[in-house]
C-alpha cells in the first residue's frame, strides 16, 4: 500500500513554529568535519533524510557518528578517512559531491559516484571539477564515476562563469588546507555558505570576503574539530510562510533570520501579506484580505530563492491578476505545472517563464512528488484546494521537511500521512493511495 499526504483543504493556519537548522548548510557541515581529526558536534540539525543519507557517507569514510533527540550529531573523524564512496549512497544524496573537496585535500584523491538528489534538468559539477584541476588537482571521470587526485593542492584564482552553491562550498573546503591563498570570484553568496565559512574560521581557517561576492582563503596546514550550531532554514521557514498566506493565517516563525528572506518576503508583502517581527521576536506573517499577483524572478542569493518558486507558483494561482514567474537557476524545474493545471490552475509555460492568472479555484485530486520542493508545494496547494488531495511519493519531501505533515497540523492544516490514516481507520482510504 503506497504511502502519501493526505490533505484536506480550508482550514486557515495558526499559531507559531520553531524552524529547523538548514538542510543546504547542514550537510555541508558534515563534510566540514571531515576536514579535522577528532570529535566535532553540531546542533540543530534537522532529522530528515537527506541528513541520514550524509552521515551514511561520513561513516562509511570512517567517522563515527552520534545523534541525539535534540538535533545534536557528533562526529568522531579518525586520522585517516576513506577516499571512496560507494554509489548507492551518493545517488541517494546529490550534496555528497562536497566530500570531493575536503577528501582530495586531505588524502591526496577521493573516487565518487556521480551523485543523485532531485533530478532538476541538466545539474552539472563541471565547475566543481575544472575549480579543483585549477588547484592542481587531476580530475578522470567516467558515465558513474568521478576520481580526482593531486599530491597537493594549491591555491588558485577561481572564476566562477556561475555563482554556483555547490562548487562554491567544494572549492571552499578544498581551499582552506590548500598551499597558498585561494580566491574564489563570483562566488556564491548564501547564507548557508556563511554558516560553513563561519565553522571552518572556528576550526582555524582563514577566509575573507564571506557574503561577499570574492573569497580569499589562505590555506592553514590543518584544522580542528569544533562545535556549530546550523542556521535556521530560510527555505522551510518561507514554505510554512506561504502556506500562512495562502490559507488567510496568522503565523509567527521563530529561529530564522528573516534577513535571509528579504526578498520572499518583499514578494508576500507585495502579494498582500502582512509581513512584521524580526529574528528576535520571530517572522510574523498574516494575510487578512485577497492576495494579488506580482511578478517574481529567480537568482542566486540574495536574488529570489529557487527552492521557493514552486511554493510561489501555488500562491499565485490563488492571487488576482496575472503574475508571471521566471525560472533563472535550473532548467526543469516546472514539474508542478502539470499538477496545479489537474487541480484547475491556470498557467502556461513559455520557456523558463510561467504566466499565472488567478485565482482560480483548485480542486482536490490525486498528483504526484516528484522533487523536494514540488512535492511540498502540492501539499500546499492541496490547503487550499476543495476537497481532498493526495499527494503520492511524500519521500521527496521527507529528504528535506521533518515531520511536514506534523507541523502543519501544529498550526491547524488538515493533513496526514496515509501510514497514519491507514491506522486510525483501516479501509478508509481513497482507492488511489490503496494501489493496485
Ligand atoms: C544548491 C542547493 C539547492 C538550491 C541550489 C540553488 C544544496 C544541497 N542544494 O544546489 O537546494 O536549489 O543550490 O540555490 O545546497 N551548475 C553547473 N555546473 C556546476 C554546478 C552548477 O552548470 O558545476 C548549474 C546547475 O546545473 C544549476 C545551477 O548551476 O543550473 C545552480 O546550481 P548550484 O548553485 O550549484 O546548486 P546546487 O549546489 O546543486
Known amino acids: 500500500m503506497a504511502d502519501a499526504f493526505l490533505v484536506r483543504g480550508g482550514a486557515s493556519l495558526h499559531g507559531s513554529l520553531p524552524v529547523n537548522g538548514a538542510k543546504n548548510s547542514a550537510l555541508k557541515l ?32 570512517g567517522a563515527e557518528v552520534g545523534r541525539d533527540g535534540d538535533g545534536t550529531v557528533t562526529l568522531d573523524v579518525p586520522g585517516e578517512v ?11 544524496l546529490r550534496a555528497s559531491i562536497v566530500v570531493l ?27 566543481h571539477l575544472a575549480g579543483l584541476s585549477r588547484m592542481g588537482a587531476e580530475v578522470t571521470y567516467g558515465p558513474d564515476y568521478v576520481e580526482a587526485r593531486a599530491d597537493e593542492l594549491v591555491g588558485a584564482a577561481i572564476e566562477l562563469p556561475f555563482a554556483s552553491v555547490g562548487a562554491t562550498e567544494n572549492l571552499l573546503l578544498a581551499a582552506v588546507t590548500a598551499r597558498g591563498r585561494t ?14 565559512a563561519t565553522m571552518l574560521c572556528r576550526m582555524g581557517a582563514r577566509i575573507e570576503g564571506v557574503g561577499s561576492p570574492e573569497l580569499v582563503v589562505d590555506g592553514v596546514d590543518r584544522l580542528a574539530p569544533t562545535h556549530h550550531a546550523v542556521v535556521g532554514d530560510r527555505i522551510e521557514a518561507g514554505t510554512f510562510a506561504v502556506a500562512a498566506a495562502l490559507t488567510g493565517g496568522d503565523v509567527t516563525l521563530t529561529g530564522v533570520d528573516p534577513e535571509h528572506l528579504r526578498l520572499a518576503l518583499d514578494k508576500l508583502a507585495a502579494a498582500g501579506v502582512d509581513v512584521s ?42 492571487a488576482r491578476g496575472t503574475s508571471m ?67 503520492a ?10 515531520d511536514f505533515a506534523g507541523r502543519l497540523r501544529a498550526l491547524g492544516a488538515d493533513v496526514e500521512r496515509a501510514d497514519a490514516a491507514r491506522a486510525r481507520t483501516p479501509g478508509g482510504l481513497p482507492r488511489a493511495v490503496l494501489g493496485p
Open 101 to 127: 573537496g575536503p577528501l582530495v585535500a586531505r588524502h591526496g584523491r577521493a573516487r565518487l559516484a556521480m551523485p543523485g538528489g532531485c533530478n532538476l534538468g541538466s545539474r552539472n559539477i563541471d565547475l
Open 277 to 318: 517581527g524580526d529574528a528576535a521576536a520571530g517572522l510574523r506573517l498574516r494575510a487578512p484580505g485577497p492576495l494579488r499577483g506580482t511578478d517574481i524572478a529567480t537568482l542566486p542569493y540574495p536574488g529570489f530563492p529557487t527552492d521557493l518558486q514552486p511554493q510561489l507558483l501555488v500562491l499565485l494561482s490563488q
Open 325 to 391: 514567474l521566471t525560472e533563472n537557476v535550473f532548467d526543469g524545474r516546472f514539474s508542478i505545472v502539470a499538477h496545479l493545471r489537474a487541480m484547475g490552475a491556470d498557467i502556461d509555460l513559455e520557456g523558463h517563464h510561467a504566466i499565472v492568472r488567478g485565482p482560480t479555484a483548485l480542486r482536490g485530486c490525486e498528483v504526484i512528488a516528484t522533487d523536494l520542493r514540488q512535492g511540498a508545494a502540492l501539499v500546499l496547494a492541496g490547503l487550499v484546494a476543495d476537497g481532498e488531495t493526495v499527494v
Open 82 to 92: 576513506g577516499t571512496a564512496t560507494p554509489p548507492e549512497l551518493v545517488r541517494r
Open 183 to 196: 580566491r574564489i570570484i563570483n562566488a556564491a553568496r548564501e547564507p548557508e555558505i556563511a554558516d560553513l
Open 30 to 61: 558534515i563534510a566540514a568535519a571531515l576536514l579535522a581529526e577528532g570529535r566535532t558536534t553540531i546542533a540543530n540539525v534537522p532529522a530528515i533524510a537527506d541528513i541520514d543519507a550524509m552521515l551514511d557517507v561520513a561513516r562509511h569514510l
Open 393 to 402: 511519493d511524500p519521500h521527496h519531501v521527507d529528504r528535506g521537511y521533518a
